[in-house]
């Protein structure tokens, strides 16, 4: 194993060699201005450093499978036992190392191990094979012991990936449940709420969750089905749906060992392609995120679909509008089309109400779920901060969700009281009765005779 830094146009090695022998499953972070390399060999799962002059092998374990991480209290090495049974973290820190606890999970078959750390928290989830994929999620915190969190019945054949973000922790799956991302918080009373729909259509593997300026970012790879070609692909979460990042990487030699890490506003993707190897090449790709008040504004909200709906707003015919002299805002909003919405998206885009779905759709059939209709009245009202500032839903706890305030605002204005007292289901679509009642309730409910 040796190191080596990208300075923006090559790459210098800037270690010494350090020999292992056969090594897979490496992972690197770093911590207090010293490198920590994790690495599989020979059966064990080994933690090394690299501290600018030499080599320390720090910590060594018989293990069948592994994962690595760094918070800002310690370097953090997980692994599971030879016959997948136990589950164990081991922490290095300024003042040495020691294993968390006898072990963080006894099991049936613990596979796809994935250990985060922030803040003195540190959490580890994992999937047992001999309970259909369950899904489980330790945390060990202040009370120096671990705690179970799992999600209820949640499967993931594809493994799942979880992440400390401040308060929240998050958690990514995939399999026959869907391509998903969960999040609860850390408080004792957290509950697990999916984000937005699935970051991927069909079958992904070796999916990786990062977050840029507190934006979710996915990469995961996929295969053709004629199992010919590699996709490295990436998406983000904007505004309660994923979109996707760029374009996609290809290869017909195949991509593999993936790492995503996120710097300065820009998330960056290390891979190898190539087949053998003897010709196997290390590649890095950087993608920029978009930011603002984006995505997932579909249209059902409530004035689509039959030409009661459409009448003089826009619809075809004489009473159509002339098309403004400006470039269309998406491929799916045309001017020519006479659509009855085209205005509407143009003021709604002007007034910073949406963005669209990505940079260049609209998705104007697309359904609206009920957050994005409440933070759409919300932007139309001038954003106004709601004087609340915890929510009384259990379902909206997460401050940086796009919805957050529009919600508490909302459930001020009396708006909406959510499905339940303490649920108000963000992500559950909105019918057109729920959007002309929020809109009537915006407008301060009033009676029939102000309409001509």
């Known amino acids: 194993i040796y190191l080596s830094k990208y300075n923006g146009t090559s790459w210098s090695r800037v270690s010494t060699v350090f020999s292992t022998g056969m090594t897979t499953r490496l992972f690197l972070q770093k911590y207090g201005g010293d490198f920590y390399v994790g ?40 692994y599971s036992s030879m016959d997948n049974s136990t589950v164990y973290v081991y922490q290095h820190t300024a003042s040495g190392g020691e294993l968390l606890g006898s072990s963080a999970a006894v099991c049936g078959y613990a596979a796809n191990l994935s250990v985060t750390a922030e803040n003195g928290t540190v959490a580890v989830a994992y999937r047992d094979f001999t309970l259909n994929d369950r899904v489980y999620t330790k945390v060990y915190g202040a009370g120096h012991a671990w705690t179970d969190v799992s999600p209820v019945s949640l499967a993931s054949s594809g493994g799942a990936v979880i992440k400390l973000h401040g308060s929240q ?34 079958n992904v593997i070796d999916q990786q969750l990062c977050f840029v300026d507190e934006m979710p970012c996915v990469i995961y790879k996929r295969s053709t089905s004629q199992e010919t070609v590699s996709r490295l692909e990436a998406a983000q979460l904007i505004d309660g749906a994923f979109a996707p990042m760029g374009e996609y990487l290809a290869s017909d030699k195949g991509i593999s060992s993936h790492r995503l890490h996120a710097c300065n506003g820009k998330l960056y993707a290390a891979y190898l392609s190539g087949d053998g190897y003897a010709s196997k090449q290390l590649n890095l790709k950087s993608y920029t995120p978009r930011t603002g008040h984006t995505g997932s504004d579909g249209g059902n909200s409530g004035d689509g679909g039959n030409s009661s709906d459409s009448g003089n707003s826009g619809g075809s015919g004489e009473d159509s509008p002339t098309a403004p002299a400006r470039p269309d805002p998406f491929e799916d909003v045309k001017s020519g089309e006479h659509s009855y919405y085209y205005d509407a998206v143009l003021w709604a885009l002007d007034a910073g109400i949406t963005a669209g779905k990505t940079d260049t759709l609209f998705v104007p059939f697309e359904a609206c779920t009920r957050g994005q209709v409440v933070t759409f009245l919300w932007r139309a009202a001038g954003k106004p901060e709601p004087a609340a500032k915890i929510s009384p839903f259990t379902d909206v706890q997460d401050s940086r969700s796009f919805y957050y305030k529009a919600v508490l605002w909302a459930a001020e204005r009396g708006i909406t009281a959510g499905k339940t007292d303490t649920l108000f289901a963000p992500f559950e679509a909105c019918t057109r009765g729920q959007v002309v009642t929020f809109l009537w309730r915006a407008a301060g409910k009033p009676g029939l005779s102000v309409f001509p």
């Open 39 to 78: 690495y599989y060999s020979a059966g064990k799962a080994n933690l090394a450093k690299w501290d600018g002059s030499g080599w320390t092998l720090l910590y060594s374990a018989a293990a069948n499978d592994m994962d690595m991480t760094a918070g800002n209290s310690g370097v953090y090495l997980a």
């Open 169 to 202: 922790l998050c958690l990514l799956t995939s399999g026959s449940q869907g391509n998903l991302l969960y999040c609860r918080s850390l408080a004792a009373n957290g509950s697990w709420t999916r984000e937005g729909g699935e970051y991927a259509q069909g």
